[in-house]
């Protein structure tokens, strides 16, 4: 069996943000050389998610809303955690959005359902965060 491992990083303008990782993660399969296996992608910070769904920009428009609607990051001092942090919605976002997919790799490609791609998902970002892919298979 072979094992890879590598990490993405991220350092997002915004304090919210969803970037598409999907050819990045096909990349790192590609150089592993693996062509039946598994690829794990997880966040690696408790207020970013990865996640699978549409490259469509007003579903992601959608999501934020939805988001910010469960878990309003104003006022902040609504949370209790926020006693010396500001990003309590931010860890509730990310328990929502997921920390991680797994892929089925066939033939050397990530094997997905109609539309489907990969996000990495920030919720408490301008810092310097990573995302762990891990591919096994051989
Ligand atoms: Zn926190």
């Known amino acids: 069996m072979i094992a890879k491992r590598e990490y993405l990083w991220f350092n997002t303008d915004e304090r919210v943000e969803f970037i598409n990782i999907t050819n990045q993660v096909q990349e790192i399969v590609d150089k592993s050389g ?16 990865v996640f699978i769904n ?9 999501f934020k809303h939805w988001l910010e ?9 609504q949370y209790d955690h926020n006693t010396f942090e500001d990003n309590a919605d931010a860890h509730l976002k990310r328990q929502i959005m997921g920390r991680e997919v797994v892929v089925a790799i066939t033939e050397g490609q990530l094997d997905f359902g109609p539309w489907e791609q990969i996000f990495y998902g920030e919720f408490d970002g301008q810092r310097d965060k990573r995302v762990l892919v891990k591919v096994l298979g051989e």
């Open 54 to 62: 549409d490259a469509e920009s007003g579903l992601h428009r959608d």
């Open 69 to 77: 609607e469960l878990a309003p990051h104003e006022p902040v001092s």
């Open 34 to 49: 693996i062509k039946e296996g598994l690829c794990l992608v997880n966040a690696m910070h408790i207020t970013a998610s």
